[in-house]
């Protein structure tokens, strides 16, 4: 829903918008999107398979139907004027009740087909991998498009509606655009190869772990905020020679004997040779989530995902 408020400075905008909206090709609404997403028409172009001569003539054709330019051109480089920052916003949410529309009627007609995109962050694939695998050999004709990245970067693919959910350790949030909802619950744990003689252990100290050569992963992953707000409350610093934000490259470094690194016990996908051994501390455990947009038609396809995961989870 578009609330408008008259105090708002871009009141004007927001109204010339609504009254134009239904004027507007959704064609030009997506091509528009995808310029301002990649901020150069000619990929833009390439991207959505037409000519950029085409493309540039439907951007136009919308800048002319609103009155106001949505790119400024500098030379051969574009940069989102701030109606354009505004109408991004419209645009996708535009699209966005379009397909919703067309996959409510689907829902009607009970049509198990269709598209769902997940998200996931590396800590989750190995779930995310099971269930999709069930879910394929239960509804074959629901596509499935699967996104890895860090928390913070599926997060902003959740905003611009580029995914449908997301598995990750996000907390519940009072954010009204987001539905957080528990899967299970995982520890903060030492990661090391089993060949060491530390990986028998039942748990560990932050108090050992000092005396380890780490790799840790980067700023960009939640789990890596987390484990900093942890060594702060605990009064440890680590011993951590190298940042990476990769997860697979960081549990191929200590695959190979020499490192060690510290993740969420659920990490370990494809990687048997490793051990993950608790770390002894108040305060390690995280939610693993699965978050939904808030407000928006959430399809069947993607309910009866979701219910997969619960039941699995249930089973195990």
Known sequence: MICLDRNDRNFR???VFLQKLDKMELRQLKYFVRAAELLNF????????????????????????LNVFLFDRIGRRV???????????????????????????MD?????????????????????????????????DIQI????????????????YEID????????????????MPLFSANLSLILHKSHSWSKLKKITFQKITEL??????????????????????????????EINDIHSLLELVNTRKWFTILMDTSL???????????????????????????????ASLVLFHNLIKKKLIQE
């Open 13 to 15: 905008f927001r109204i």
């Open 79 to 105: 940069k989102l004027t701030e109606s354009g920052e505004i109408m991004l916003e419209y645009a996708r949410k535009t699209i966005r009740q379009a397909e919703e529309g067309k996959q409510v009627l």
């Open 42 to 65: 000619t990929h833009a172009a390439d991207e959505l398979f037409i000519t950029q001569s085409t493309l540039s003539h439907q951007i136009k054709e919308l800048e002319t139907s």
């Open 213 to 242: 050569p780490l790799v840790l992963p980067s700023q960009s992953y939640s789990v890596r905020n987390f484990l900093d707000e942890t060594l702060l409350k605990n009064n440890v610093k680590l011993n951590a020679k190298i």
């Open 269 to 299: 996908f494809h990687f048997s040779e490793l051990i993950a051994v608790p770390i002894d501390s108040k305060n390690i455990t995280r939610e693993a989530t699965i978050t939904f947009p808030s407000g928006i038609y959430r399809k």
């Open 165 to 180: 959910c997301m598995l990750s350790f996000m907390p519940s949030t009072e954010d009204s655009q987001l539905d957080v």
């Open 145 to 160: 498009q699967i996104v890895l990245g860090s928390t913070a970067d599926l997060m902003q693919k959740m905003r611009s």
């Open 108 to 140: 009607l007609n009970n049509l198990k087909t269709g598209k769902i995109i997940i998200g996931s962050t590396y800590g989750l694939v190995n779930l995310l991998l099971q269930s999709v695998t069930e879910f394929n050999e239960e509804f074959p």
